[in-house]
């Protein structure tokens, strides 16, 4: 199991150019609307699991679809984000991982 990475809250968000001198080194992101930074994430010193290398796969090629995504479905996912913490992104990939919608 892979070791938790320290995580920090920050009073706001720094600009892109800090962030982007920190690449590497340091992630900003924001977790339920609070602007947080940690170390960056390294890769685990053990060999994955099989289900994780899958579902990495898996990820990595949505990641790559992204590239390709047309433009009528990107304007789509940002209308579903609007007025929530996610990211067209973030929708995307719940749709895609069969989550978009809560069931209970």
């Known amino acids: 199991m892979a070791a938790l990475t320290p995580v920090a809250k920050i009073d706001k968000m720094p600009s892109q150019s800090i962030i982007d001198g920190y690449r590497g080194v340091l992630d900003f992101y924001v977790h339920c609307g609070i602007p947080c930074v940690r170390s960056w ?11 994780v290398q899958a579902s990495a796969a898996t990820f990595g090629e949505l990641a790559t679809a992204f590239s390709a995504t047309p433009a009528n479905i990107r304007r789509e996912a940002v209308l579903l984000a609007a007025g929530s913490e996610w990211t ?7 749709a895609a991982f069969g989550s978009l919608i809560d069931h209970n």
């Open 41 to 51: 994430p390294r890769s685990p010193s053990m060999p994955r699991s099989p289900a």
């Open 88 to 94: 067209w992104r973030d929708v995307r990939y719940r």
